[in-house]
């Protein structure tokens, strides 16, 4: 049985910046890892869909040349190569970071992981593991970082089909363009493919159980902000819910409820559920240890610490803000804390943020 000072359990942004600095600190450290190196952020949200943005916002330039006084002639697009750019992108990224694991001798343990008592962590084989990395079996360290991340929230009667109804994994890599589109949610995740799309030349409609869109951010920006959507041609409905998808051969018809109970039907070619995600605590063993969970996340001290010594959390499990820099400083804040170093817990009221679209919002104060 391998013995480690520290076992991360997910690569993610925040498991994986953990993970090197626990060994730059001199902490025996592996990485427990089951798809991607890179996690979502890096694979499936952050950085793809920003590609695809740059992709759309170059597009957009293009079929306004004339505003710049330029000249550009039967502009198109080719949707196959925007989505192998996108998905490039990522690779790239994901190639960089096992190399800066193995730079940093952060070793790299391929499977699912569930915790034991006395830091146990025993790792099931995963599909399709990359070369050179170590395999299943039983692992134990002093301290367990648990790094899951989160996957799309789904609701009743909105169930992803990978077809019709897509979550940001299917957004992501459409194999055609979409002539209309119905995105459920205007959080960042909705309005950044609605973003997309649009300027692709979807028709998209927004639909927002909220009284505004963009719920997070500052009421007069997120104004502001659906002004100028509304003026690209977005179609928003706040104050509003979809009841009901029924699927055709290749659309789809959703009643959407209104505040004052009226109903309408409206047939779109694709659907987006971007309701949220929710964290994955499911199936590590947490409740056999009496880890507390709160809402769908891990409940921590600031530190990392959960409720049971030698288990810690970060990232998105650990409750939101869900981004990407939040987890990475987690990380970073928990390791030191392990190695004896003098930290304070974050500042979450602190944490930067921004939805790229057109425009760009910035966080809330």
Known sequence: MSQYDV???????GGYVAAIRAAQLGLKTAVVEA?????????????????????????HYMTHAKDYGLTAEKVGFDTAAIVKRSRGVSSQLNTGVGFLLKKNKVDV????????????VSVVAAENPPKGALGPGDYTAKHVIVATGARPR????????KKLVWTYFEAMVPETMPKSLLVVGSGAIGIEFASFYRTMGAEVTVVEVLPQILPVEDHEIAALARKRFEKQGFKILTEA??????????????????KDG?????????????????????????????????????????????SVPGVY??????????LAHKAEHEGVICVEAIAGKHVHPMDKAKIPGCTYCHPQVPPSA
């Open 241 to 258: 819910k979809v009841t009901k998808l029924d699927k055709g051969a290749d659309s789809v018809t959703a009643t959407i409820e209104t």
């Open 262 to 306: 009226k109903t309408q039907t409206m047939t779109v070619d694709r659907v987006i559920s971007a309701v949220g995600v929710v964290g994955n605590i499911e199936g590590l063993g947490l409740e056999e240890l009496g880890v507390k969970t709160e809402r769908g996340c891990i409940v921590t001290d600031g530190l990392g610490k959960t």
């Open 7 to 13: 076992i991360v359990i997910g690569g993610g942004p």
């Open 313 to 322: 959390a970060i990232g998105d499990v650990a409750g939101p803000p869900m």
């Open 109 to 120: 343990i391929w499977g699912m992981a569930r915790l034991g008592k006395g830091g146990k």
């Open 154 to 161: 789904v609701l009743p009667g909105l169930e992803p089909d």
């Open 35 to 59: 798809k991607h190196l890179g996690g979502i952020c890096l694979n499936w949200g952050c950085i793809p869909t920003k590609a695809l943005l740059r992709s759309a916002e170059i597009y």
